[in-house]
Every structure is written in C-alpha cells, then in structure tokens.
C-alpha cells in the first residue's frame, strides 16, 4: 500500500463547478498536512496547509479527519486558472523530515 | 527573486557521464531537501539537510548519487556514472524550523542520452 494514495482523476468539469479531492495516508502518527499545486512542467507550490479543525482559503477547503486518516480538498466556483495537477502532501513525523507525496488529482477547467 | 533557486534547468547528457546540480535555499531556511520526480508521480524524497549536517538519506539514493551542503547554505547533488533511469525531475526544497511548508525551486530536469 502507498503510503499516501490519490485518486489520479483526470477530473474535467466546467468553469463554476464544485470540485472536491480525497487522499488517504497510511502512517497514522502522521502530524503535518498540506495540498500543492503543480502546474504542467513546473515545481509544487504550497496551495493549502491542512489543520484539525478544517480551513478555508477563499474558494479552497481543507478538512482532515484523523481517526479515518483522510484529507479532502473541495473547490468552489473553479476557474480555468485552477487546472493543474493537485498533490497531497503528509509530513510524517520521526527522524526524517521529509515529505511524503501522492501521485497527485489532474483537474482541467473546461470555459 | 528570494525563493529556491537551482541551476541548471536542464541538462542533457550521456549515459555514463557525471553530472552536477546545484541549489540555492530561501536564506533564512536551515533546512534542505531534494527529492526526484518522474512523468505522473508525486516527488520522491532523496535526502535532508539541517544546516550542514546531512540527517537522512532515502534507500532511492544509491552510491552513484552523493550531496553536499559544505557552509549550511547551498547544496550539490552528484549523480556519478548516469543511467538512462535517472531521468527525471531533480527537486530542491527549502524550510525553516519545525513543522513548515517546504518551498520548491523550479527544478533540474534531467534526461540521460
């Protein structure tokens, strides 16, 4: 099993749709959640940081439930500007600092 | 421009050649990280700095692969000996203390000949 799993869409809705992205991740000692951007050819860019109780930026909700250890990422009123490829990113704790990356949810806005 | 910064941005070489990548962390970070991504997967971790100090190193990062990070502030990655499998994405990352984002540069792809 991967220790964090996506589903790898593509996800194609149109301009204004409600979008919403489910991640799993197998180390239950996990402590730190974030979803990044990547756009085509180009590096991850930190889209959200993911938090406990959920969060929201703007059009973007993060929501995390640890005892499922599950993360969603729901977009609202998507623009073509959001079509990229989406990355959900578990910090585990330990040692190591590094991040662990699913494969990652290709979503295109259609106009 | 103060976010990572790597060079080059692409590199072509051939199979058996060395090759060098170099990265330049956001100044305040004492962490660096560099991580490996191929065509429709998520980046992999290779290894981690704190400062100087190399702390962990990925089972990915064979003996043909070694990094450096000599003053705390830039890094090298070396890939000796390149094989047709080591083309990809070479990804460096940044961070300051604790449980923050890590901030990418635009990578090193890499494609071996």
């Known amino acids: 099993r991967k220790e964090v799993e996506q589903d790898p869409g593509p996800f194609n809705v149109p301009e204004g749709a409600t979008v919403a992205f489910n991640c799993t991740y197998s180390n239950s000692a996990s402590q730190s959640f974030f979803w990044y951007r990547q756009d085509c050819r180009k590096e991850p860019k930190l889209l959200m940081s993911?938090?406990?109780s959920g969060n929201e930026d703007g059009r973007f909700t993060a929501q995390l439930n640890r005892a499922s250890q599950y993360i969603s990422l729901l977009i609202r009123d998507s623009k073509l500007s959001d079509s990229a490829t989406y990355l959900c990113v578990v910090n585990a704790p330990g040692s190591a600092r590094q991040l662990t990356f699913g494969s990652g949810t290709q979503l295109t806005v259609l106009p | 421009d103060t976010g990572v910064s790597q060079d080059p941005r692409h590199k072509i070489t051939k199979r058996g050649q060395n090759v060098t990548f170099r990265c330049d962390p956001i100044s305040e970070h004492n962490r660096l990280y560099w991580y490996r991504q191929t065509l429709g997967q998520g980046p992999e971790f290779l290894t981690y700095?704190?400062?100087?100090?190399?702390?962990?190193k990925s089972r990915l990062l064979s003996d043909r692969f070694s990094a450096e990070r000599p003053k705390g502030s830039f890094s090298t990655l070396e890939i000796q000996r390149t094989e047709q499998g080591d083309s990809a994405m070479y990804l460096c990352a940044s961070s300051p203390e604790g449980n923050q984002p890590q901030h990418f540069g635009d990578g090193t792809r890499l494609s071996i000949l």
């Open positions: 700095f704190q400062n100087e100090a190399q702390l962990e």
């Open positions: 993911v938090y406990s």
